[in-house]
């Protein structure tokens, strides 16, 4: 399984929703962890522990971004796995893949 | 017959040191646990004050939005080792909170001020006063006001 660990292979502080907002955005951390592997089918593990802090705009743009760029939230809730210390984290990201709804 | 009574009394100054134990034990939690909450709720009210100040700023500030990025999680973090509370109850306030502060107008790029009035600042202010409320619920829950001042009860602490 892939496995991604935020805080040491992207950023201790992710930050900003779009690419304009700063190199550690959610976007960025979509293009360059996310979307490669469920493009391939892959499951990719994602640890979200040991940054200092997350906003939601980065985790809505992240996560949530999947569902707008054309993947099935259900693929993407079965692809993308959450490990965190923290239930409030993986509760507010499955909700931002459920709710999402696709770009047009 | 004086063999008994004298085995009656000793039990009884043990159950008395085991009850006075117990009790004294408890009322110092308590005001340890009093202690640790009040001053979440300060930092609770500081990062209010805070999302206020960085949301009605002129321009986006990155320091203060990393500022409040990180007290939020520290908040969340601190609230969390403390075993009071029932963390899969708070998990949700936890969330609400992040979002009502980072999820909108929280970017350079789509940064607006924002009135004092504002949705945004209205709507942090409940969830603040909400997650105070579920932390003083949950604390009276543990340590109500009358005897004996205290219930077990089996809690989780995460770190």
């Known amino acids: 399984m892939n496995?991604?660990?935020?805080?040491?292979?992207?950023?201790?502080?992710?930050?900003?929703?779009?690419?304009?907002?700063g190199p550690f955005s959610g976007e960025a951390f979509r293009n360059k962890f996310l979307e490669p592997k469920l493009l391939a089918g892959e499951v990719i593990l994602v640890d979200l522990d040991g940054?200092?802090?997350?906003g939601s705009s980065f985790l809505e743009e992240a996560f949530?971004?999947?569902?707008?760029h054309g993947y099935d939230a259900d693929r993407v809730?079965?692809?993308v796995q959450l490990q965190s210390k923290r239930e409030s984290l993986q509760q507010e990201i499955r909700g931002y893949i459920r709710d999402a709804t696709r770009d047009s | 017959m004086a063999t008994a009574a004298a085995v009656i009394a000793l039990l009884l100054v043990i159950v008395g040191?085991?009850?006075?134990?117990?009790?004294s034990e408890m009322r110092e939690r308590r005001k340890e646990m009093r202690g640790q909450i009040d001053k979440l709720i300060v930092n609770l009210h500081k990062i209010e004050a805070d999302t206020r100040s960085f949301h009605s700023a002129p321009a986006f500030d990155s320091v203060k939005a990393n500022d409040l990025r990180v007290s939020l999680d520290r908040f969340e973090r601190t609230a969390s080792r403390m075993a009071v509370?029932?963390?899969?109850?708070?998990?949700?306030?936890y969330r609400l909170i992040r979002q009502g502060a980072?999820?909108?107008n929280f970017e350079p790029s789509t940064f607006t001020p924002q009135p004092l009035d504002a949705a945004l600042l209205m709507d942090f202010s409940d969830i603040s006063w909400d997650i105070e409320d579920a932390m003083e619920t949950q604390y009276?829950?543990?340590?109500?006001?009358?005897?004996?001042?205290?219930?077990?009860?089996?809690?989780?602490?995460?770190?």
Do not use: C
Request: a positive charge; hydrophobic letters at 35%; glycine letters at 6%.
């Open chain 1, 64 to 68: 949530g971004g999947l569902v707008r």
């Open chain 1, 51 to 54: 940054t200092r802090g997350y």
């Open chain 2, 140 to 159: 009276a829950e543990q340590y109500p006001d009358s005897f004996p001042y205290f219930r077990f009860r089996k809690r989780t602490i995460r770190k």
């Open chain 1, 3 to 21: 496995h991604v660990k935020v805080a040491t292979d992207f950023s201790r502080y992710p930050a900003g929703r779009f690419l304009k907002d």
């Open chain 2, 102 to 104: 980072t999820l909108q």
């Open chain 2, 17 to 23: 040191w085991f009850a006075t134990h117990v009790f």
């Open chain 2, 85 to 93: 509370f029932n963390q899969d109850e708070l998990a949700r306030h």
């Open chain 1, 77 to 79: 809730l079965r692809l």
